[in-house]
């Protein structure tokens, strides 16, 4: 279908419809604008004309959002954050350089990708990296990423995941807790203070279970919703935790945490680098996953 551009409106426009918006004031917003009140008027006014709709009721002095205003507001909001992101990538390659947009796991990005990642530039110079956290799968095309680092199954809509590896994961505590403790035997961990993963809250109870022992009380503990927030914890003594070793190379190297029992789990998913299908072409994409299938 091809576009009409006479239905877009300008930038200007929708800045100062979402400014008038959040401020539910013609003249705060035209004071942040750096315009007169009379000029955000017009603009709010011009939009409201191109869209045949009451985007705001005047209340005294007041100006408040109408049902249709408040359903454009969110979709205005994307729109500016869009542009203003398209300006902030177009400055950061500025000359000939290439740009990578990213997504990855935030406490794998944090704690396995940027260690690594001076090789991978050191590798590629002039190419300029846009690294995100994402915990849950999204919408790649519409966030224009390169490429994804995804764990879970194979399955992206519009995408192809190629897998990178697996995960085993291994029970760790701080010295100063495993010492005070008293945990000699795997059956003394029925009564381990324990750390748990929000979104893998059967962690614990799989791995009782793989080591034959009663899981009655593998639910109990301490929960947290990032990787990252349980490796803090653990190394502040609050609890026995099970965590993938790849977070944990340097604790693990310095002795801050140590492992309890060599009794590892390997978990049912795996880590996967997801490509839009859009980007299968990219060189930079393809060689950052080469890249990264190198690493693993």
């Known amino acids: 279908m091809k576009l009409t551009r006479s239905l877009i409106p300008d930038l200007p426009v929708l800045q100062a419809f979402e400014c008038a918006a959040r401020h539910g004031n013609f003249t705060k917003a035209a004071v942040e604008l750096n315009l007169t009140q009379s000029a955000v008027s017009r603009q709010v006014k011009a939009l409201e004309d191109q869209l045949g709709v009451l985007l705001f009721e005047r209340v005294r002095k007041r100006v408040l959002l109408s049902a249709a205003g408040a359903r454009l507001l969110p979709e205005a909001t994307r729109l500016l954050q869009q542009a203003e992101e398209m300006v902030l990538l177009a400055r950061a390659s500025a000359g000939d350089g290439d740009v990578l947009s990213v997504a990855t796991l935030p406490t794998f990005g944090s704690r396995w990708l940027m260690p690594r990642l001076p090789d991978f530039l050191q590798r590629h110079p002039g190419l300029v990296v ?10 790649l095309i519409a966030e224009n990423f390169d490429l994804a680092i995804h764990y879970g199954e194979p399955i992206w809509a519009n995408a192809v995941c190629t897998y990178l590896c697996g995960e085993v994961i291994l029970p760790v505590a701080s010295p100063a807790l495993l010492a005070d403790s008293g945990i000699k035997r795997l059956e003394d ?4 203070p324990l750390l748990h993963l929000a ?3 059967k962690l614990w109870a799989e791995w009782f279970r793989s080591n034959g022992l009663d899981d009655s009380t593998a639910y109990q503990g301490h929960r ?3 990787f990252s927030m349980i490796i803090a914890a653990a190394l502040n003594g609050l609890g026995f935790a099970l965590l993938p070793l790849y977070l944990i190379e340097d604790e693990i190297a310095s002795g801050r945490l140590q492992v309890v029992f060599d ?17 299968q072409e990219s ?11 190198g690493q693993v």
């Open 199 to 201: 979104t893998r809250p």
């Open 283 to 293: 060189a930079s994409a393809q060689a950052f996953q080469t890249w990264l299938l």
């Open 130 to 139: 846009n690294i995100a956290s994402r915990a849950q799968p999204f919408d």
């Open 189 to 192: 961990m029925a009564n381990a």
């Open 224 to 226: 947290f919703d990032q």
């Open 263 to 279: 009794q590892h789990l390997s978990t049912d998913k795996s880590y996967y680098a997801v490509l839009p299908e859009g980007k």
